[in-house]
């Protein structure tokens, strides 16, 4: 297993935690140096705070260690294309490169609905790899929301 693959591992075990609280399954790990520095996993319906997405929660956390809100050289892996917050939070945190997992069609903003990262001129570029885990990272997130549906037709 190359080291892609070790961290993207890492970041769906971030995603297990939020399908365990019955959030989105997305989780995200920053790496520095070969080592993470920072992990986070949604947390959108339990804070009842629509910016606690699993990236938002690794940048947040990853500033702190760091003592700099610039994450230069610094990695993300996260199981799912990002929003339009989250690349933002990522162009403004300077984030070197990011390995993304399964595709959002509904909301991604890295290619799949728009791509912030290439198709706009901003003062920073962030390399992009897709595809790593791809099916584990899809499969989470397809059977939590079968799982979620199963859930409310119990409580109907």
Known sequence: MDS???FMKEALKE???????LEVPVGAVIVKDGKIIARGHNLKE???DTT???????????SKKLGAWRLLDCEMYVTLEPCSMCAGAMINSR??????????????????????LEDYKFNHNIEVEKGILKED????LKDFF???????NENK
Request: glycine share 6%; proline share 0%.
């Open 95 to 116: 984030i070197k490169k990011l390995y993304i997992g399964a595709l959002d069609e509904k909301t991604g903003a890295v290619g799949s609905v728009l791509n912030l």
């Open 146 to 152: 079968k799982d979620l549906r199963k859930i409310k």
């Open 15 to 21: 995603a297990k935690k939020a399908y365990e609280k």
């Open 46 to 48: 339990t804070k009842k």
């Open 52 to 62: 606690r997405h699993a990236e938002m929660i690794a940048i947040e956390k990853a």
């Open 4 to 6: 892609k693959e070790k």
């Open 137 to 140: 990272c899809e499969k989470i």
